[in-house]
């Protein structure tokens, strides 16, 4: 339908249905659109029934003006909406009442609407419905706008005249850009409740009302999340007043007083970068006064901070942050009784690579709040190694090491570190000054000593060490061969030689490796009861074993031992020589003798006799 004029009956677009109006000006027919239809309003004008136009499928409307609808202008339910640019003129006792839609509403203007209901009252929305560019006016009852039941709901880049402008029930939403304008009297904004997401109003200016923001609550509000104003202008002898709804202030302007209401329950709220508020408070309600200070501080810093107590319920105040840019420092507190504050702040801060520091920071808000923290690199200890030198040395070997360090600082050395370095390879040697170590291995090595002072700046300082295969009695020499068919004979020297693996006698003691108990040790061969005493120590040797006085380990010192070196025999006892001589005189053993003599006796006369004869 284009261009006419039509009366008289409803327009119905039913499930699935399509109509489009354009330019019609439709008078005592109401339009309603349901389920999956669409109907089109380009332009035009809708007037004189009880509910103008009623949707629950898709509407599109614009440039149209809808005036003198009994009861409302625009009904819309579960509907998708696209409604631009219309006006919402006299006559209507209700402007548009919008429940659980999507899609966008902008551009609408109400200047001459005069019911005693809500120009816009929206209901149960969230995110899928937009709502922008709007321009709405106060009738002659209710709000301009009204929201309840809002979930993460936003309305921006509007103006509402008139009072009250806009009222906000158990909503999460965020008004943004929304300025209001009244005329001197009564509420700019008023929240009755908050959800647990809490309220937003940002860069907002509310003029020339009574009371620029009244919030109200149950008492079990007095601990919720509350509302959240930031960067906006509240200019009204009283910018806020509140009944069990925390809020918080920050940025922007308050031009009047702030009114906190806690006779029912305490609770409190903040007011951020704010200066000479004026403050009325009954009950046990508190405010306490912020300000932000900028800080500027070496990357990686570690900043904490303790503001002690001026505030009961507050109490002492500890902070810690890292790398902060700015500090919002809560430091007055206003209450029935007064206002109490916190003249100064202790503070440290902490990087790695530079000295502590700690200061005061004056929380005087007259001038500029900057808090410049200069830190002093902490310079390194110096290490000199003392021993030893570059040096070449046979694996296994003793090595005595000692280092000493200075600290530019002055600070202390609180640890030392020393490591044997190969490449990527690193083995620990000790954690003192100095000490010894015989746990090297063959290759080529820096000997690394690095201390580290009490705020963990560490220096370091090495020494080259060049370790050569095991070779305990040091016999690889130039008259050592190390091929050919006499390799690792040394006949100079008439030794086994060479390093430890290929020398079959590591100490030139003329014992084999593989019969001598003690390869490494040329004082000691033999051990008969293997419990690392040798049997003997070498005179004159210089070693620390000492001789086992027990060789065969039978618990028999050597000293008594008949045969120290076997087990089986022990002690000589008096029952051993008891034994000996019954056995020495037995008749066998007697008569033995006794025969032996007498043979001895005659071989000796007949010697005599023959020897006389041949005189």
């Not at 429940?99 to 969230?126: E, R």
């Not at 009114?259 to 000479?276: C, E, F, Q, R, T």
């Not at 100064?344 to 790695?352: D, E, I, K, N």
Request: aromatic share 8%; charged share 20%.
């Amino acid at each position: 339908m284009t261009s006419t004029l039509y009366s008289g009956g409803p327009i119905t677009v039913l499930a699935s249905g399509t109509a489009s109006l354009s330019s019609v000006t439709v008078t005592d027919a109401p339009l309603t659109v349901s389920n999956n239809g669409i109907l089109e309003i380009i332009d035009g004008t809708i007037s004189q029934t009880d509910i103008c136009i009623r949707a629950t499928g898709t509407l599109n409307m614009h440039g149209t003006t809808i005036t003198g609808c009994d009861m409302y202008a625009l009904w819309a339910t579960d509907a998708s909406l696209w409604v631009e640019d219309i006006h919402l003129g006299a006559g209507s006792s209700n402007g548009a009442w919008i429940q659980q839609s999507v899609g966008t509403l902008s551009g609408w203007m109400s200047t001459n609407f005069d019911g005693d209901g809500a120009v816009l009252f929206l209901q149960m929305v969230d995110g899928d419905l937009s709502v922008t560019d709007m321009t709405l006016s106060t009738g002659i009852g209710e709000s301009a706008l009204r929201i309840e039941g809002a979930e993460e709901f936003e309305m921006s880049d509007s103006t509402i005249s008139g009072a009250p402008g806009v009222y906000i029930q158990e909503s999460e939403l965020r008004l943004t850009r929304v300025d209001l304008t009244g005329s001197g009297v009564g509420d700019g904004i008023t929240i009755y409740g908050t959800p647990s997401g809490g309220t937003i109003i940002e860069d907002c200016d509310i003029d020339d009302y009574e009371t620029a923001l009244r919030m109200t609550g149950d008492i079990d509000e007095a601990t919720g999340t509350g509302v959240s104003v930031l960067n906006s202008h509240l200019h009204a002898p009283y910018s806020i007043s509140s009944l069990n709804i925390p809020f918080s202030v920050e940025g922007g302007e308050l031009d009047g007083t702030i009114y906190m209401d806690g006779l029912d329950k305490p609770w409190s709220a903040n007011v951020i970068d704010h200066d000479n508020i004026e403050v009325e408070i009954i009950g046990d309600a508190t405010l306490y006064v912020a300000h932000t200070w900028l800080v500027n501080t070496p990357q990686g810093t570690t900043l904490s901070m303790i503001i002690p107590e001026f505030d009961f319920t507050l109490g002492e105040q500890q902070f810690e942050w890292i790398d902060p840019g700015q500090l919002i420092l809560i430091h007055e507190a206003h209450t029935d009784s007064g206002m109490t504050d916190a003249w100064t702040a202790q503070w440290s801060a902490t990087a790695a690579g530079y000295l502590p520091l700690t200061g005061q920071l004056q929380l005087d808000t007259t001038g500029q709040r900057l808090l410049s923290i200069e830190l002093t690199v902490n310079a390194p200890p110096v290490v000199t190694i003392e021993t030893p030198q570059a040096m070449e040395i046979n694996a296994g070997q003793l090595i005595n090491y000692s280092a000493i360090a200075t600290d530019p600082n002055g600070d202390e050395i609180v640890e030392w570190v020393w490591v044997f370095e190969s490449g990527d390879y690193t083995l620990l040697v000790g954690d003192t000054p100095s000490g010894t170590t015989s746990d090297t291995e063959q290759g080529e090595w820096l000997l690394r000593a690095t201390a580290i002072d009490v705020h963990g700046a560490a220096g370091t300082a090495t020494v080259p060490i060049t370790v050569n295969a095991a070779d305990a009695d040091n016999d690889y020499i130039e008259s050592c061969p190390s091929t050919g068919p006499n390799a690792w004979w040394d006949a100079l020297n008439n030794r086994f030689c060479g390093p430890d693996v290929f020398d079959v006698d590591d100490d030139n003691d003329n014992f084999r490796d593989d019969v001598d108990l003690f390869p490494f040790d040329s004082c000691a061969h033999h051990d008969t009861d293997d419990d690392g005493l040798p049997n003997s120590v070498s005179s004159n040797c210089e070693t620390d074993l000492v001789a086992d006085e027990d060789d065969d380990g039978d618990g028999v010192p050597d000293s008594e031992d008949l045969d120290p070196l076997d087990p089986g025999v022990g002690a000589f006892t008096q029952a051993d020589e008891r034994s000996l001589i019954a056995t020495l005189c037995s008749p066998a053993i007697v008569l033995s003798l006794g025969l032996l003599i007498l043979f001895s006796t005659f071989a000796y006369l007949r010697y005599n006799a023959d020897m006389r004869r041949e005189e």
